[in-house]
Structure formats: structure tokens, C-alpha cells
């Protein structure tokens, strides 16, 4: 019984300094702070740079990996993610919020000399990223603010380019009958290869303003284009991916003919599916795949 009661008194102690409040210790720890979330990807040009900001709602990521690659791909998935343009350049913003969907646009396009489009690759266990489209591969540069939360990437476009039309599809034009369904808009393209230029920014497909008139990049399934080449005013590209008219007589090959057209030594152009099978390969013709037929 004296054990039990010298056990009890010793448990009753042990409970008591538990709960007593400790005087002159240290405080208990602070909650974790809230990771920043991405609410926002725009881009701007100035001084010879493209400057792409990544928007933050409060503070900004620990670090940022900034790199060239090859392809874009999912994070988690690894699977390829179509982006537009001659070079990629991979933006990684970790310890970021990644638990709920981000308000920042998934895929946004640019008319800037360089940054064509920004396509967001993942939102995947505490890293936000996005791939940039850009016509050249030139030097980056890293700017944390993190009084105006926010994460600059500032890529050289110190580089001559002329203004070229591209063509989307207007849907109320399209959904009035009245022609022509095709419509131009202007994008800036580097003066040395205009036409690979133009064809880069129809794939990053119309800016924000634009589609919010009603502008839209038909794909017919295509993810790019390979093997662009113009002889004898004739101009012949490959669709990469998957390629289908989906019964539809409004295709891809409407934007590319005269995309391609406005050009002095384009009279004809040819538009081939994957394998590099068209319906007239060297006639005075336009011509298209039999998977662009309706």
C-alpha cells in the first residue's frame, strides 16, 4: 500500500509540473508560415529584355532553378507538354504552395521579341513550373523581390525583328458565315528566319486580348511543326503529333496558308501530316494530308 501511494504522489507530481505554466522559459514555437502561392504570370519588354514576372501572393520561393532544356515535361508525369518556340527555357520556384489549384494562367502568349509563351509544367509537391518559349537562346538573368513578391526572369532580346502577320480563327466570324474566317494579327519575329518566326507564334496561339475577341489557334491535333523549307514559291512544313479535321472544313492548314503566303517567294503552300504524306506534293497547288480532309 505504501508503494502504491509513494507511485501515486510521484505520478500526481510529474502531472502537475506538466501543466504548470513554465515561467521565464523559452516561448513555444511559432505556426509555420504560410507558403507563398503563384497567383500570376505576365511579361514585359524593357531595354532589351523580355522580362517574365512571376507574381507571388505574399513573400517569394527559397530558390528558383532556371535552366535550358530540351523538351518540356510534366513534373510527376514526365510527359511531354507542348510549348512553342526555337529554344526552352525551364523555370523550377520551389517551396511554393502546390495543395490547391493556382489562379495563374496555365498557358498565356506574349508579343515580344523573345518570350513567345509560358506554359506551366507542374504544380507538384511544393514546386511551381513553368516552361518559356522563347525564339533564341540567350542570356538569363535570376531577380528576387521580395518586397513586391515577386520572382523576375529577364531574358536578353536585344536582337533585330520585323512585325509578320499570323493568322487565327475567328469564331464569330465563323459562327456568322461571314469570310474570311482566317484573321491577322501582328507578332514580332527575328529578321533572320521570319517565316520559322511566324510559325513559332502560331503554335503559342493568339494573347489574352485577342481571345477574349473571339481569336483561337485551331491544332487540328498538331503539338508543332518540323522541316519548314521554301523552293521554287513553293512552302512545305510537317505537323508534328497527332493530326485529325475532326469532320470539320476549318483546319489548321487555314491559318498556315496564309501565315506562310504573305511571304515574297511563297506562292503555294503545302501542308504534310506526319510521315510527309500531302494530297499534291510538287504541284502549282495549295495542298493538304487526307487527315486534314473533312
Known amino acids: 500500500m505504501r508503494i502504491l501511494r509513494k507511485l501515486s504522489s510521484t505520478s500526481l507530481l510529474v502531472a502537475l509540473l506538466v501543466a504548470a505554466p513554465q515561467s521565464g522559459g523559452a516561448p513555444p514555437p511559432a505556426a509555420p508560415q504560410a507558403l507563398p502561392q503563384l497567383v500570376d504570370v505576365r511579361a514585359v519588354h524593357r531595354a532589351g ?22 523538351r518540356l515535361r510534366g513534373d510527376g508525369s514526365g510527359l511531354p507538354i507542348r510549348i512553342a518556340g526555337r529554344a526552352i527555357l525551364q ?68 536582337f533585330p525583328t520585323v512585325d509578320r502577320q499570323v493568322f487565327f480563327l475567328d469564331e464569330d466570324r465563323f459562327a456568322a458565315n461571314q469570310e474570311p474566317f482566317f484573321v491577322a494579327r501582328t507578332r514580332p519575329v527575328p529578321l533572320g528566319s521570319p ?14 486580348r485577342e481571345r477574349s475577341r473571339g481569336l483561337r489557334l485551331v491544332r487540328s ?50 501542308v504534310l501530316d506526319r510521315s510527309g504524306a500531302t494530297a499534291d506534293p510538287t504541284g502549282p497547288t495549295d495542298s493538304i494530308p487526307d487527315c486534314l480532309n473533312p
Not at 509544367?121 to 518586397?147: C, D, H, K, N
Not at 517565316?195 to 489574352?208: E, Q, S, W
Not at 521554301?230 to 483546319?251: D, H, K, N
Open 49 to 70: 529584355f523580355d522580362r517574365v514576372i512571376f507574381q507571388f501572393d505574399s513573400g517569394i520561393p527559397s530558390g528558383a532553378d532556371v535552366r535550358y532544356v530540351r
Open 91 to 158: 523555370v523550377g520556384l520551389h517551396d511554393t504552395r502546390t495543395d490547391t489549384a493556382s489562379p495563374a494562367p496555365a498557358r498565356r502568349a506574349f508579343a515580344l521579341p523573345n518570350v513567345m509563351t509560358a506554359v506551366r509544367s507542374g504544380l507538384f509537391e511544393g514546386w511551381t513550373t513553368y516552361g518559356i518559349g522563347l525564339a533564341r537562346r540567350t542570356p538569363v538573368e535570376v531577380i528576387r523581390q521580395p518586397g513586391r513578391s515577386r520572382v523576375v526572369i529577364a531574358v536578353d532580346a536585344d
Open 195 to 208: 517565316a520559322t518566326g511566324v510559325m513559332d507564334r502560331l503554335f503559342a496561339g493568339p494573347l489574352d
Open 221 to 270: 491535333g498538331a503539338t508543332g511543326f518540323a522541316d519548314l523549307a521554301v523552293s521554287g514559291g513553293i512552302a512545305r512544313v510537317r505537323l508534328l503529333g497527332r493530326c485529325s479535321s475532326g469532320g470539320s472544313t476549318v483546319t489548321i492548314a487555314g491559318e498556315i496558308a496564309p501565315t506562310l503566303r504573305q511571304f515574297d517567294t511563297v506562292d503555294w503552300v503545302k
